[in-house]
């Protein structure tokens, strides 16, 4: 069904996917818990702005690495205003990460306005290019997710405390950078939804679950219709979260 050529292009975009979708599963949980659903939005557009600016100067986007470092920087920094805010301000958290998602994303417009390709850097950032990513493009992000995973595991308070929302900023620097920013807010949020009234011990392996599927059905729907990538999994990993929470659903009924 699929060539060498077609299967060197999709390979290293599902590695990409299961990339982002190990460390996003486990935080989404906790972003739900948390009841800050915006907030991957938010520090997801914080960090495109920050890949936006070091584009508008020709100095700095010459530097090297500037398309992680910087979008990490403004990530960082949005995850401290982020966290001050969920404490001095807890009973409007959710609406003021809203207002901190909409500002970024008009600034981002703003700053684009006159560029001649500020239009399709947008679109990049937004959609992502998932199709397009390189075996050498996932070193990084590889080292950076096992890292976090096995501090977690050796130190799972960190979910609790204010260092989640720095755990949260640099894991969603490097999964804009790969994946943009729809995909990466539907990966954080879709499985733990599906999952959100499952109360059995296997609750985090069927959130894996369902990004999984998500990730292999949007790919290869991508691939056969010839549809923008990130939509595709976007769609198809919405209806996965639909079905398993349909069976969740209907497993709770019988039980």
Not at 112 to 133: C, T, Y
Not at 142 to 167: E, K, T, W
Not at 199 to 227: F, Q, R
Request: aromatic fraction near 8%; charge should be neutral.
């Amino acid at each position: 069904m699929f060539d060498a050529e077609l299967l060197s292009i999709l390979l290293p975009a599902l590695v990409a996917g299961l990339l982002v979708l190990s460390t996003h599963v486990l935080l989404g949980q906790q972003v739900l818990k948390r009841g800050i659903i915006f907030i991957d939005l938010a520090i997801a557009q914080v960090a495109a702005l920050g890949a936006i600016v070091s584009h508008m100067d020709h100095n700095i986007e010459d530097m090297p690495f500037v398309h992680v470092w910087m979008p990490a920087l403004f990530a960082l920094a949005g995850a401290g205003v982020i966290a001050w805010m969920a404490k001095k301000l807890t009973s409007e958290l959710e609406a003021m990460i809203g207002c901190f998602y909409v500002l970024s994303a008009v600034a981002a417009m703003l700053l684009l306005a006159n560029d001649p390709h500020g239009a399709e850097l947008l679109k990049q950032l937004m959609s992502g290019q998932i199709l397009w990513v390189s075996w050498s493009q996932l070193v990084l992000p590889a080292v950076v997710s096992a890292a976090i995973l096995v501090l977690i595991a050796l130190r799972p308070q960190l979910l609790d405390g204010a260092g989640f929302y720095f755990l949260f900023a640099i894991v969603i620097t490097l999964s804009v950078e790969l994946v943009g920013v729809y995909l990466v807010f539907s990966t954080l949020i879709l499985p733990a939804l599906a999952l959100n009234k499952f109360t059995g011990k296997s609750k985090l392996a069927w959130a894996y679950a369902v990004g999984i599927v998500g990730y292999i059905a949007g790919l290869l729907l991508s691939a056969t219709y010839d549809l923008p990538s990130g939509a595709a999994i976007v769609a198809t990993l919405a209806i996965s979260a639909l079905v398993f929470r349909q069976l969740v659903k209907l497993r709770s009924t019988t039980a």
